[in-house]
């Protein structure tokens, strides 16, 4: 499926590398990113994981997390250097480089080889060695197979595997979403096995609330859900103002838009975020529906079939005006997906 002897001959000799995944890392963007790192280390290769923004606290357990190069302004010269001096350049979990903001030209300019791994629809020709599969679970799936397809089995650690199991645990939704496959539990068994503790891991991402981000969520759900029944529909739009009064920190809307989605009938949700620089969103579905044709169609977007993202650098009233103004094409497609 993928060209490992490629892949072997390029890590045969220890080299400079870097790591890199898409702005506002999740845990399959993070985990997958410092589990690859965890391996590449015991190769002898000298890495680096830069991050194109911040993350979650709640992720700040993983093995090698204390390494990570986030992206500033301030150490932007240095990031520049890094990229410019590392032979062999990976990049995890997005499929274009526009989703890795300025350093997505600095990475395009390199002369280090660049590979891909990445689980997400319609990849971006940029790499040397593309490792994408949109079937793939999550992109510590994929991280996991290659790993294993190199030969290294046995280098796949505790500290590894925990790493790639964040980024499982969550792409898949708790192992509930149609893309928990075979071999995914599979996976999940051969890191048991090497002592991964499963309960702690799923502890550490989703029982970490702070006091503030449970009233933000409340308000969030009393006050900015807004559902239309007539197309399967629910959404929730946050001010920057909205933010700012419960001091959301990065991480605290994710998993918002889980709550729109499961309400009974709706097969579409969104959440619509007002970021100061630019309004993201976010969409989820249940059945055949593809948010990311919706999200590539209408908000410079995409993703996967049920689960894609997108933007709009116009105001949040205005950008929640025309998400309305979009559902009426799609009610016969809506009402077709009812969820089962």
Known sequence: MYDINALKELLREPKEVMITTHHKPDADALGSSLGLAGYLKKLGHRVTVITPSDYPSFLAWMEGNEEVLVYSEKNDALVRRIVGESQVIFCLDFSSLS???????YIREAKGTKVLIDHHLQPEAFADLNFSNPQAAATAELVYDIIKAMGDGDKIDTGIGEC??????TDTGSFRHPSTSKNVHLIIADLLHIGVNTSNIHRLIYDSSSELRLRFLGFALKDRLVVRHEYRTAYIAISAEDLKAYDSKTGDTEGLVNFALSIEGIVFAAVIIDRSQAVKM?????GDFSVNDFARAHFNGGGHRNAAGGMSIDTLENTVAKFESLLPQYKDSLNASIKK
């Open 99 to 105: 989703r890795i903001n300025e350093m997505g030209d």
């Open 282 to 286: 976010s969409f989820r579905s249940v």
């Open 164 to 169: 790639l199991y964040a980024g499982i645990m």
